[in-house]
């Protein structure tokens, strides 16, 4: 597989609409434990889990789910051959105006949306780091981990990332007829198994959203103490065979789909494993053998996306 002229660094946020900016910043900040950078009540909140200005950024809107993600290059040159990398694949895009990157704590921004199912992505450089550490609060929550999003285009959708747009593909779940399908995505050469996840559906729109959390024990307390402070958990507590992680999933205020995820595995840059083709068992989704219940991955409208 050639690889692309340029290198990721990370997921760097991803962009969600509400239906209402103050009651997801308190969900946020008091029940999962993430911190407000920046709140402008009614047109923005930036919420962090780590050193960047933001983690993920909330939008007031009509209809629940994500806006875009966003990938951080590694440097402005990675930046600069990723335009030219889109202008040599005839795939259109638009530079953020330097008021909003600005806005974002970026240096340069570009936006597109992904061929096939038109999510849209952003591509960013020279991103701010606060001088104060982010301070764990309700959980040891280590990073933003990774996006996983619903496509209807999947047989376009999925070979342009991994073949044009610099993704490698780490696990591949999928059963003889190609009806139920998942692939987990490393943005090269970031070691975490997934920053992206791409399933097979009959819409194109988000499944979630995860988490890193430093310990198992965030995990195992996070299942005790979401429900009593209002959050319903739809999945886990679990380990997934594909990464190796142990999960717990549950709903915001507006029903997306939250993880916290501990151990995933990570991959070595010049000597990774060979991706595995895994079969879309309970077994293989759940090593313990848990089922998800209603509400798992079922809010999440996508913002320009084809529907």
């Keep these: 597989m050639p690889d692309a002229p340029f290198r990721y660094k990370k997921l760097g946020y991803v962009a969600v609409n509400v239906a209402d900016l103050d009651r997801t910043v308190k969900f946020y900040r008091d029940v999962v434990g993430l911190e407000v950078s920046e709140y402008r009540k009614g047109e923005v909140a930036y919420m962090r889990c780590g050193d960047d200005h ?8 009509a209809q629940p789910g994500v806006k875009r993600m966003a990938f951080e290059m590694e440097s ?10 889109l202008t040599a694949l005839g795939v259109p895009f638009t530079a953020v105006p330097a008021a909003e990157a600005c806005d974002l704590r970026h240096r340069e921004s570009i936006r597109f949306n992904i061929p096939g199912c038109g999510m849209p992505m952003e591509l960013f450089s020279g991103a701010e780091r ?14 933003l981990g990774h996006i996983v999003i619903k496509i209807r285009e999947f047989d376009t959708t999925f070979p ?3 073949e044009k747009f610099g993704f490698r ?3 591949h779940i999928r059963d003889d007829k190609g009806e139920n399908e998942i692939a987990f995505l490393r943005c ?4 975490y198994h997934h920053s992206l996840g791409v399933a097979r559906s009959n819409a194109n729109q988000l499944h979630h959203y995860a988490l890193m959390v430093r310990d198992l024990d965030d995990v195992g307390r996070g299942n005790n103490r979401l429900p009593r402070e209002g959050a319903e958990i739809v999945f886990g507590p679990g380990r997934h065979v594909a990464s190796g992680s142990v999960f717990l999933y549950f709903l915001d205020p507006d029903g997306i789909t939250i993880e916290y995820t501990h151990g995933m595995e990570e991959f070595s840059e010049r000597t990774p494993r ?3 083709r895994l079969e879309p068992k ?5 090593m313990w053998l848990g089922t998800p219940r209603a509400g798992f991955g079922r809010v999440g409208y996508a913002e320009g996306a084809s529907h």
């Design 169 to 171: 593909v780490s696990d």
């Design 188 to 191: 090269f050469p970031n070691p």
């Design 274 to 276: 060979e991706a595995r």
């Design 130 to 143: 606060q001088a104060k550490p982010y301070v764990p609060t309700r959980a040891n929550i280590l990073r």
């Design 282 to 286: 309970l077994e293989v989704v759940d």
């Design 160 to 162: 342009w990332l991994t």
């Design 54 to 61: 933001h983690s993920l950024a909330f939008y007031p809107a």
């Design 76 to 85: 402005d040159e990675d930046l600069e051959a990723a335009r030219r990398h």
